[in-house]
């Protein structure tokens, strides 16, 4: 590959979240490896409340205060391997948002006291319900929607709520609300549904905000990343900028599909000029 790798949602660790694993040193260790130009470490951010803690936290005895010391030790951490490995590769100190009661406020309090490079705006609930952790979470959370369609019409627009109220200078997997739906190529170009990413995607490019290229699915065995193909073609004619993720949650998925991301771009006629996800001059 001649362009040179880089990942702008990326760096989960088994240290700061309890679905990955290794240590932030060793995926660091990893990236320059693989050659990385840059990346961006997106933890995520703790829960808004204990109603929010997930599973995995609660069976390793984790609260909220605990995760919140956490996140403290994530940044603090992560400055400290910026400093360490600077020589070596550029690395950018952000997290990853979540979308439900209590989030938005919390989000912009650790912004004003972590003071991070940039947030990432993800979605991993609807209407407070989790979604995208197993079958039964999605199937539940339908339900409560009326269904897929509208569990997607749903998702798209707490997504818009969450773009106005955050300005995340990285919009993380857009189309993650299609995680557990084996019809989403159908569903997603459904007018009522359509309209609703059209909307989204209209909102970021006018706040010259960058998509997340999310790659994980790829690990997973899905046949295309977040974004679907629809959606990456419409980024591509509004101008939007697209910057591969590589969302990966220790050592072993760190950089495995950049090429199959760059070939994807390219073809959707994105260039691979990647855009910084700090504030530079265009």
Same mark, same amino acid.
């Given at each position: ?20 694993? @290794?240590?932030? $040193? ?13 990346? %961006? ?6 829960? #808004? ?7 995995? $936290? ?10 919140? &010391?956490?996140?403290? #030790? ?19 100190? %952000?997290?990853? &948002? ?7 406020? /919390? ?20 209407? +407070? ?13 339908? #339900? ?12 798209? @627009? ?13 919009? %993380?997997?857009? +189309?993650?609300?299609?995680?557990? +739906? ?24 006018? /706040? ?23 959606? *990456? ?30 070939? *994807?771009?390219?073809? #959707? ?10 504030? &530079?001059?265009?």
């Amino acid at each position: 590959m001649n362009v040179s790798p880089v990942s702008i949602h990326g760096g989960h660790s088994g240290e700061f979240c309890g679905h990955a694993h @290794d240590t932030l $040193e060793a995926v660091i260790q990893a990236y320059v490896q693989k050659g990385f130009a840059w990346v %961006g470490i997106t933890e995520h951010m703790p829960p #808004a409340s204990e109603r929010f803690v997930y599973p995995e $936290e609660i069976d390793a005895g984790l609260d909220v205060d605990a995760l919140k &010391t956490r996140f403290a #030790a994530y940044m603090q951490t992560c400055r400290q391997l910026r400093d360490a490995y600077r020589d070596r590769i550029r690395i950018y100190v %952000g997290f990853e &948002t979540e979308t439900y009661t209590g989030s938005i406020e /919390l989000a912009r309090e650790l912004i004003t006291t972590y003071a991070p490079d940039y947030v990432v705006g993800s979605m991993h609930h609807v209407d +407070d319900l989790p979604f995208d952790s197993n079958e039964d979470d999605y199937a539940a959370a339908a #339900a409560h929607c009326g269904g897929i369609d509208g569990l997607y019409a749903r998702y798209f @627009d707490q997504q818009y709520e969450m773009i106005q109220a955050l300005n995340p200078r990285v919009v %993380g997997h857009l +189309d993650i609300i299609r995680i557990f +739906d084996p019809d989403y190529r159908s569903r997603m170009i459904k007018p009522v549904i359509w309209e609703k990413i059209m909307r989204n995607l209209e909102l970021i490019q006018s /706040l010259d905000l960058i998509l997340d290229f999310n790659l994980r699915p790829l690990t997973k065995g899905a046949d295309e990343p977040y974004l679907c193909a629809p959606i *990456l073609k419409a980024a591509a004619r509004l101008g939007i900028d697209v910057v591969p993720g590589d969302d990966s949650h220790g050592v072993d998925t760190i950089g495995i599909h950049m090429q199959r991301a760059v070939d *994807l771009l390219q073809r #959707a006629g994105l260039g691979t000029d990647w855009r910084l996800p700090v504030h &530079t001059p265009r």
